[in-house]
């Protein structure tokens, strides 16, 4: 009997897909179908979304999230005269510095979602992804846009994507790293023990002096608003902004991930200082999103209880990874964290602007802003 063919096929709606079949090809990821089913219902404005998967017998055999968008070029250049010089030039020359996007992977995600039905062999992953970037390619055409991108491909799952990748023109150059903290066992104690000195002792005494209430949530309908000031005031604080979440987006997160989500709330007295969104996993804590008030950060010391109350949940619920996300990489990395690379591919499908663009690629770097993801790509290479 022959073999079924290959079928590449492009989704508009999640909906498509059964949440069983994705979830099979994703065992263990809280960023899930149902992640997905609520960006794609409020998620950020300004993106269009797509579902690409490979079947056979109407099987998904390997599936990845896609989303359109207009990409500004310097989305990656921190506040400054350059970012000046480029608004200037994007004003003058819109589709050449903020072309339409087709990518792979998610804006709201840190790595992109590649996934293989279980029965799937490492062999036949490369024909698999082939055929995902030919469909790809095409969808791309199809819905007009001239740059084509793979956001974030972590370092450590580069295979199969690279030879794939290359094969079809592709450049790349580092993407925001990821974030992570062993967590060891035996609390918070054996934690702080894994510090030096100064900052064991300094973080107690911003753990003490704190004295904040901590609340577990599942639904926060009444205290939206305020939580959306909170990111707001933390959104406008950012060197580097792609999406921008609407507050529908909190509520249904928590409605369709009742299971993985939680939002932590920070009080002092009455008022709500901070907000946390975390999602559980297979052994792992991720911090998705955090909303402070900019008056209280340092007074209540936000960032740093945040990240310690984040370490005890997950020595209380046994698990060993702390996931804290793709921002302010130095305090990360004084409390322990590790950073893993994640590459940007990129291809524009005229010749001569794709030359131009990498061009254009060498002066947007993100290390060429950020002296700790220098020191990392340094390391890698």
């Not at 968008?69 to 589709?95: H, I, Q, S, W």
């Not at 209280?296 to 804290?324: I, K, P």
């Not at 940007?344 to 499908?349: A, D, G």
């Amino acid at each position: 009997m022959r073999p079924s063919a290959l079928r590449p096929q492009v989704f508009e709606s999640i909906d498509a897909i059964d949440p069983i079949a994705w979830d099979r090809c994703f065992p263990g990821d809280p960023e899930g179908w149902a992640f997905y089913k609520a960006i794609e219902d409020a998620g950020p404005p300004g993106f269009q979304w797509r579902y690409l998967a490979i079947l056979e017998a109407g099987v998904p055999l390997a599936l990845v999230p896609a989303f359109l968008t207009e990409y500004r070029l310097d989305t990656t250049v921190p506040p400054g005269r350059m970012k000046r010089a480029f608004a200037a030039l994007t004003a003058a020359l819109p589709a050449v510095l903020a072309p339409r996007l087709a990518s792979l992977g998610s804006p709201v995600a840190e790595t992109c979602h590649l996934g293989f039905a279980p029965e799937v062999v490492d062999e036949r992953k490369l024909a698999l992804v082939r055929a995902l970037l030919a469909a790809f390619e095409d969808m791309a055409a199809n819905e007009g846009c001239s740059l084509l991108g793979v956001k974030d491909v972590p370092d450590a799952r580069l295979a199969p994507w690279q030879c794939a990748l290359t094969e079809r023109g592709f450049q790349r150059m580092p993407g925001l790293p990821t974030a992570t903290l062993a967590v060891p066992a035996g609390g918070l104690d054996a934690y702080l023990a894994t510090l030096n000195r100064a900052t064991r002792k300094d973080m107690r005494r911003k753990l003490r002096d704190a004295k904040l209430r901590i609340e577990h949530r599942q639904s926060v309908d009444d205290v939206l608003p305020r939580i959306a000031d909170l990111y707001e005031q933390t959104f406008a604080r950012g060197d580097l902004t792609f999406e921008r979440l609407p507050p529908a987006y909190f509520n249904s997160v928590l409605a369709r991930m009742r299971t993985t989500a939680t939002m932590i709330l920070y009080w002092a007295g009455d008022d709500l200082v901070a907000f946390n969104l975390v999602f559980q996993g297979k052994g792992r804590l991720i911090d998705k999103y955090v909303g402070m008030d900019h008056g209280a950060v340092r007074q209540h010391s936000l960032y740093f209880v945040s990240w310690l109350h984040n370490v005890a949940l997950c020595s209380e619920r046994g698990l060993s990874v702390y996931q804290s996300g793709q921002s302010f990489y130095a305090p990360k990395v004084r409390l322990g964290s590790h950073l893993s690379v994640n590459w940007l591919y990129f291809r524009h499908r005229n010749t001569f602007a794709n030359h131009v663009l990498g061009l254009v690629a060498r002066l947007v770097r993100l290390d060429r802003f950020d002296p700790v993801i220098a020191k990392l790509m340094e390391q890698a290479r």
